[in-house]
């Protein structure tokens, strides 16, 4: 008997196949149940590439489950064939979906799902090159946002555009550009160009809770709970960077004397804050490379007594070629003229 070209279903003979026309019907009705919406779950665990059998890949929905230890590949079958496929699996590794005589296939994200499309050669995106987004490459007007969301009701009007992405409003007017899209490994740039326009958040009641002035070079934020990161250390060696890029508070533990510098400061014309909790555990002397002003242009110093704790809070505008005292709490603390 002959079967069809892609699904491989039996077809029954005209004029012949007596007494057995009814189980090749049923049994290609099941099959075609299958390839519209029958489910695969398969656990594709571990870092061996999987090949899947002409009766698991018929499934038209698959679901990979599993722990990856390594990059795999799930093999389908070399036949026409559409896809979707929800990569649920767990592990810093990456999926992808190809056939045996293929070398690239398609990556599937873990937690997304994917529609792919097997052209009896290759696995390629089913999407029309809109990859694991809806939008994949949306320009005019210098708008240009692939999204990893569901995206629906996007209107165009002039020189502006207004998206609802999972029914939330968002408004993104003028030259607006998101790199390689927000989950990319590039991250996220938004007016890449330059240009003097304005990036707006808005929250329930307050319309600029969150606004970048492109034209100001400013940032605001509003009604925001202030939280700042802390970065603790064990210093032994005579010399420690302070790394303001990583917090703004540095609680560092001195077990011997330590020459103090600063890096990664916020640009002349920009002020920079840092806060340092300094506790000793041995007798330790610490100095400040640059010196820190306290009132009046006096240098500060700290007595280097063992178990003495010393608090700091210092700022600079100068990118850091001078530090000025602006709080502190201090044990005994002395001065230099």
């Given at each position: 008997?002959?079967?069809?070209?892609?699904?491989?279903?039996?077809?029954?003979?005209?004029?012949?196949?007596?007494?057995?026309?009814g189980t090749t019907l049923n049994t290609g009705a099941d099959s075609f149940d299958t390839a519209v919406a029958g489910t695969l779950s398969k656990s594709v665990a571990g870092s061996?590439?999987?090949s899947l059998t002409d009766a698991e890949a018929l499934n038209a929905n698959h679901i990979y489950t599993g722990a990856l230890t390594g990059n795999i590949a799930v093999h389908v079958p070399i036949k026409s064939r559409r896809y979707q496929v929800f990569n649920n699996?767990?592990?810093?590794?990456?999926?992808?979906?190809?056939?045996?005589?293929?070398?690239?296939?398609?990556?599937?994200?873990?937690?997304?799902?994917?529609?792919?499309?097997?052209?009896?050669?290759?696995?390629i995106d089913g999407t029309s090159g809109a990859g694991q987004t809806s939008v994949?490459?949306?320009?005019a007007n210098n708008l240009k946002v692939p999204v990893c969301a569901s995206v629906t009701n996007l209107v165009a009007a002039t020189g502006s555009f207004t998206t609802k992405v999972s029914g939330v409003a968002g408004?993104?007017?003028?030259?607006?550009?998101?790199g390689t899209g927000f989950w990319a490994a590039g991250g996220a740039v938004f007016?890449?160009?330059?240009?003097?326009?304005?990036?707006?958040?808005?929250?329930?009641?307050?319309?600029?809770?969150?606004?970048?002035?492109?034209?100001?070079?400013?940032?605001?934020?509003?009604?925001?709970?202030?939280e700042q990161q802390t970065v603790e250390a064990s210093v032994s060696s005579t010399t420690h960077t302070i790394d303001c890029a990583l917090g703004n508070v540095h609680d560092l533990t001195f077990l011997n004397n330590c020459s103090i510098s600063f890096s990664n400061v916020a640009p002349d014309g920009r002020a920079q804050d840092v806060t340092m909790i300094?506790?000793?555990?041995?007798?330790?002397?610490?100095?400040?490379?640059?010196?820190i002003l306290t009132a009046g242009g006096v240098t500060l110093g700290l007595a280097d007594t063992s178990g003495r704790t010393d608090v700091l809070t210092m700022f600079t505008v100068d990118g850091?070629?001078?530090?000025?005292?602006?709080?502190?709490?201090?044990?005994?603390?002395?001065?230099?003229?």
């Open positions: 008997m002959a079967n069809t070209t892609n699904l491989v279903i039996e077809k029954p003979v005209p004029g012949g196949s007596n007494n057995v026309w061996a590439d999987v699996t767990t592990g810093s590794h990456t999926l992808k979906v190809k056939t045996s005589s293929e070398t690239n296939g398609t990556t599937v994200n873990q937690g997304t799902t994917m529609v792919l499309f097997c052209d009896a050669t290759s696995v994949s490459d949306f320009t408004e993104f007017s003028g030259a607006v550009s998101v007016n890449e160009a330059g240009a003097d326009v304005d990036f707006r958040v808005e929250s329930n009641s307050i319309t600029d809770i969150l606004k970048v002035d492109a034209g100001n070079d400013t940032t605001r934020i509003k009604g925001f709970i202030y300094i506790r000793r555990t041995a007798a330790a002397s610490i100095a400040f490379n640059p010196i850091g070629s001078q530090f000025y005292m602006a709080s502190s709490f201090l044990a005994a603390a002395t001065v230099a003229a």
